[in-house]
C-alpha cells in the first residue's frame, strides 16, 4: 500500500470515528455536509494527492548487444501500438529499438509486452492518432537491446535542450501579439563520472564515443519505474584534476525522447 493510500485510509478511519460520535450526540452528518460541499470536495481531494521521489539509488546500464533486425510488417494504430513480426522471439519485458516509417518512433526505445508468437506491444506507445501515424505507414523493424552493463560512480546529472521555440506574429489591425508552439530543441542528459577507465561501462562509453553508433540506455529508479534513452553517447576521457576533489569525466547522451515507465 503507498504513503498516500495509508493517508487517505487513515483519514477515513477519523472521519468514521467523527461521524459516529456526532451522531450519538444527535448531530446531522448528511445535513452538514449537503450545506458544506466543499469539505466533502476537499475530502475526495486526499484520494488525489500525488507524490515525490528522490533519485537516490538510481542506476544508469548501457545496452552492449543489439539483435539482427526483426521486420515489422503491422504496426497497428491502437493505445499501445500492436506490432505483427513473424516468429520474433522476443519475451515481455525485453527491450527493443523501433525503425518504422511513422518518424516519431523512429529509433525510440520502447519495452515490449502482451506477446503472442507472431504479435507484442509497444508498451507505452499510443498510435491511436491517425493524423500523426497515418495507417499502414508504420511498418519497419525492431532490434532487441540485451546485456546492460551499468555506468557506475555517477556524481550527478543534468539535461540538456527540450526548450520549446516559438513563432510569434501580430497582425496590423491587432495591438497584441499571438505566439504558436513550433518545435523543441535538441535534447541531452549529461553524466558527471567518477574517473575510473578500467570500468566496463565507462569502457562501453569509450566504445560508443569512438564508433558514433546509438545506444540504448535506461535509467532505473528506486521502486521499479525507469527511463529509456536511445541516442548517441559520448565521454570526455580528460577527467577534472581539482585539488581536494575527485577526479571526474564528462559523459553525454543525445536523444530525441525518451521512453518512462512507471512500474
Excluded at 511513422?102 to 506507445?125: C, H, M, P, Y
Excluded at 545506444?215 to 534513452?229: C, D, H, N
Excluded at 553517447?233 to 575527485?246: G, L, R
Aim: hydrophobic share 40%; glycine share 10%.
Amino acid at each position: 500500500m503507498t504513503r498516500k493510500n495509508v493517508f487517505l485510509l487513515a483519514a477515513l478511519s477519523v472521519l468514521c470515528l467523527f461521524s459516529a460520535g456526532a451522531q450519538a450526540a444527535g448531530f446531522d452528518i448528511v445535513g452538514f455536509i449537503a450545506a458544506h460541499p466543499d469539505v466533502a470536495l476537499g475530502l475526495s481531494g486526499l484520494g488525489m494527492m500525488g507524490s515525490v521521489r528522490l533519485p537516490n539509488g538510481g542506476t544508469f546500464a548501457i545496452a552492449t548487444v543489439y539483435s539482427a533486425a526483426k521486420p515489422v510488417t503491422i504496426l497497428s494504430n491502437a493505445n499501445p501500438a500492436v506490432a505483427t513480426s513473424t516468429a520474433h522471439g522476443l519475451a515481455n519485458g525485453d527491450i527493443v529499438v523501433v525503425s518504422s516509417g511513422w518518424n516519431k518512433l523512429q529509433d525510440r526505445a520502447v519495452r515490449v509486452s502482451g506477446v503472442t508468437a507472431n504479435t507484442f506491444n509497444l508498451e507505452g506507445i499510443d498510435t491511436s492518432n491517425t493524423t500523426s501515424y497515418p495507417p499502414g505507414g508504420g511498418v519497419g523493424s525492431v532490434k532487441l537491446a540485451s546485456t546492460f552493463v551499468q555506468i557506475p560512480q555517477i556524481l550527478g546529472t543534468a539535461t540538456e535542450g527540450g526548450e520549446q521555440q516559438f513563432t510569434t506574429y501580430q497582425f496590423l489591425e491587432n495591438d497584441f501579439e499571438t505566439r504558436i508552439p513550433t518545435k523543441k530543441s535538441a535534447k541531452g542528459l549529461t553524466l558527471t563520472i567518477g574517473d575510473d577507465p578500467s570500468l566496463p561501462g565507462y569502457i562501453e562509453m569509450a566504445k560508443a564515443n569512438e564508433d558514433r553508433v546509438q545506444r540504448v540506455v535506461r535509467f532505473s529508479l528506486p521502486g521499479g519505474s525507469s527511463i529509456l534513452y536511445n541516442g548517441y553517447v559520448t565521454v570526455d576521457e580528460t577527467p577534472s584534476t581539482t585539488q581536494d576533489e575527485i577526479m571526474a569525466v564528462q559523459g553525454s547522451i543525445s536523444f530525441n525522447t525518451a521512453t518512462r515507465y512507471a512500474s
